[in-house]
């Protein structure tokens, strides 16, 4: 506390002294003047001592020293003035001197942040005088506080083009800043030769308030050095429709000529969203399509245009009289697709459609102009079935697909079906021919130039949807016309060989006496393992049709066999038709080739292999009779190893009550003894014996011969 009491003496003190040399400066001489205004001025931070100073300069006379005075007070805080208007006079009158002219016009500039009324003399003096640096720097203060008046705006504009490219640009961003620049103004600093940094500085403000104006930005388009500024120059003829010919030609020089890609891309863009298509504009682009050899562009522009020539008929007559022209074929097939989507809302295009169809040449251009018309509702049928003997694929798919929006009615009908040959046909879109066989297998009562169409399909045709629709059509045409209308050997080949059993049952059921023998084969190929999942399908399975064959065709050689090949191949632990594969059989069990097969049978699938041998002995007894056992013996001699003597032993062991098992079982011992070496063998051969009755051992002790005395003792040292 005590320091900041001595240091606040001090300064009373020394503000004291200065103004006391103050006070002493009118009544000296100018040699002391000098010296006591030297000492005082160190005090001028002091707003007291700063006042005094200025009064003694606003009395002074000599002008050197009021000059003097004037400069030291440039490092002080002026806006401890208390009057700063009076100041400002001060300073405008010394402003006339050319002693310190510099000094007054810094304090004037350095008074005009805190006192505004200061800018009216540096902006008179700027105006009065030519000096470039004393302009910059009066341009430089003007241009430093943040708030500008009407008036300050107003002197900007006035200078706007005296100014040099520096100081310009600093001028046009604050008229910029306040909008206060014109159309006129703006188009004037967009000229080629403007600096770049004036013009990106007033591209940018057009960008940012979308102003447009064209013929500036046209010539930038087409000549400025700088990509950018033509890329903008773009941006900025885009914001609004254009509506101008010129404007669209400088796009289209661009979209031409442009070294630059991106401005390429979006001189190309303008035409797909800011086009308004008045007639001149029309007018302009139909030339430019007509006169374009550059394919790829033309063909991009039409992409363009094809959203809006549903709004302006003009855009679309025009398009439609290029077509007249010689144009490449490309740039006409896309013209046809555009005009083409009218085509189904435009009664008048249609027409002219139709036209162009007959006149037109090119297989690829005759095509899109019947896919457009085949969209639509009408009687044309006769152009259609005309089409259809078209070489050409596209036209003969777009006539099938006009011939597809008639009506199934009556009147139609012979119209629709004369179609049916293009089924035949596989170079044909494959959803095309798909709905055209759905739509012409539900039609009732179809010709029998269509059945065969669709009997053809059945042995050629590998698409599912397509086969389903020509057997609905062939079910149809049985259910109607009866036998007449089956195909025999179709049936046969598509159950031998296609696996595809749609359409022959249940009509083979009611039909089978119309061509019994056809029938037969048709049903044992049915029956054929790779038919399976096709039988189960139709919900008919392989017992439904060998019952329906024992009926009515009885059974014969033929059935044996078959019975006989499925019991030596099937699975039988999971064939449920073994019982009736076994009944076949015993009602017929007079086949030559049945005796051999049955024994290979037991052999095959005796042992551990679902063959139930309580039923397969039946069999043989029925077969063999009273000569079972010596059938029975002779096949066990024959047996060379053990595994080939299991499913006998497993025989005997089911079939325990026959009589002649221990006789069977002894002639084992007698030809195979040296087999009780395997287990597994012994174990089977005793449980035989067990559920036969017989006491394995004693038929092993009687049976087989006791070793040898050399063969018990084994060798001796000597060997």
Not at 258 to 286: C, K, M, W
Not at 365 to 373: G, Q, T
Not at 511 to 522: H, I, R
Not at 640 to 653: K, R
Request: charged share 20%.
């Amino acid at each position: 506390m005590q320091i900041t009491e001595t240091i606040k003496a001090r300064s009373n003190s020394s503000r004291e002294q200065a103004l006391m040399l103050l006070d002493m400066v009118p009544l000296s001489d100018t040699e002391n003047k000098y010296n006591l205004l030297a000492s005082a001025g160190h005090y001028l931070n002091d707003a007291e001592v700063l006042n005094k100073w200025i009064s003694i300069a606003v009395a002074e006379t000599d002008t050197r020293l009021r000059a003097d005075m004037l400069y030291r007070i440039t490092g002080s805080n002026l806006q401890a003035i208390p009057d700063p208007a009076a100041f400002m006079q001060l300073l405008v009158s010394v402003l006339q001197q050319d002693e310190g002219r510099d000094t007054v016009l810094w304090l004037l500039g350095k008074l005009s942040l805190s006192f505004p009324a200061a800018k009216q003399p540096l902006i008179a003096f700027y105006q009065q005088h030519n000096n470039a640096d004393t302009r910059r720097s009066i341009l430089n203060w003007l241009l430093i506080p943040k708030t500008t008046d009407e008036t300050d705006l107003a002197f900007f504009n006035s200078i706007l083009h005296e100014t040099d490219s520096d100081d310009k640009r600093l001028v046009i961003a604050r008229l910029l800043l306040h909008d206060k620049l014109t159309i006129d103004q703006i188009t004037q600093l967009l000229q080629p030769m403007a600096p770049p940094a004036i013009k990106e500085l007033v591209l940018r403000y057009c960008i940012d308030r979308s102003i447009v104006p064209e013929v500036p930005l046209s010539v930038i388009l087409r000549i400025d050095p700088e990509p950018r500024f033509r890329h903008w120059a773009i941006l900025l003829l885009a914001v609004h429709s254009v509506k101008s010919v010129a404007v669209l030609d400088a796009i289209m020089y661009a979209l031409k000529n442009d070294q630059d890609a991106r401005v390429r891309e979006a001189a190309l863009h303008v035409f797909g969203y800011s086009i308004s298509l008045t007639p001149e504009v029309v007018g302009y682009l139909n030339y430019c399509l007509g006169a374009e050899t550059d394919t790829k562009l033309a063909l991009q522009l039409l992409q363009f245009l094809a959203p809006h020539t549903s709004q302006s008929p003009e855009l679309t007559d025009g398009l439609y009289y290029l077509l007249q022209q010689d144009l490449h074929a490309s740039v006409s097939l896309s013209i046809y697709d555009i005009l083409g989507r009218l085509v189904p809302t435009n009664p008048a295009m249609q027409e002219k459609f139709i036209q162009a169809y007959e006149k037109e040449q090119r297989d690829d251009a005759k095509a899109v102009i019947l896919k457009a018309l085949s969209n639509t509702m009408g009687d044309r049928h006769e152009l259609y079935l005309k089409s259809l003997r078209s070489p050409a694929t596209g036209i003969r798919e777009w006539a099938i697909q006009g011939l597809l929006m008639m009506p199934v009615t009556r009147e139609n009908v012979p119209i629709v079906v004369q179609v049916a040959p293009a089924l035949l046909q596989p170079e044909l879109r494959l959803d095309l021919r798909r709905r055209l066989a759905r739509k012409l297998s539900v039609i009732p009562n179809l010709p029998a130039e269509t059945i065969a169409v669709f009997v053809r399909l059945n042995d050629h045709e590998r698409d599912g949807d397509i086969l389903r629709s020509a057997t609905l059509a062939q079910e149809k045409a049985i259910s109607q016309s009866g036998a007449a209308g089956i195909d025999w050997d179709q049936w046969l080949h598509k159950a031998d060989v296609s696996n595809d059993l749609n359409g022959i049952f249940p009509h083979i059921w009611f039909y089978f006496q119309e061509n019994p023998d056809m029938a037969k084969k048709v049903l044992y190929a049915c029956m054929n393992p790779a038919n399976g999942n096709a039988l189960y399908a139709q919900n008919i399975s392989e017992a439904d049709i060998l019952e329906f064959m024992i009926a009515n065709f009885g059974i014969d050689e033929d059935l044996i066999r078959y019975a006989i090949s499925h019991l030596l191949q099937a699975d039988l632990r999971y064939n449920g038709m073994l019982y009736h594969y076994l009944l076949i059989i015993k009602s017929y069990p007079f086949v030559p080739e049945l005796q051999p097969a049955l024994w290979q049978l037991l052999e095959l699938r005796g042992y551990r292999n679902g063959l139930n041998l309580i039923q397969f002995d039946e069999l043989l007894r029925i077969i063999y009779g009273a000569d079972l056992e010596n059938q029975f013996k002779q096949r066990i001699a024959a047996q060379q190893t053990a595994n080939g003597m299991m499913p006998y032993l497993q025989y005997i062991s089911v079939n325990n009550n026959w009589r002649a098992a221990p006789a069977v079982l002894k002639s084992v011992l007698e030809h195979h003894a040296a087999m009780l070496d395997d287990t597994s063998f012994a174990s089977l051969f005793k449980e035989a014996c067990r559920n036969a009755g017989v006491d394995a051992d004693r038929l092993i002790r009687t049976t087989v011969p006791p070793p040898t005395q050399e063969a018990e003792e084994g060798p001796g040292f000597a060997d």
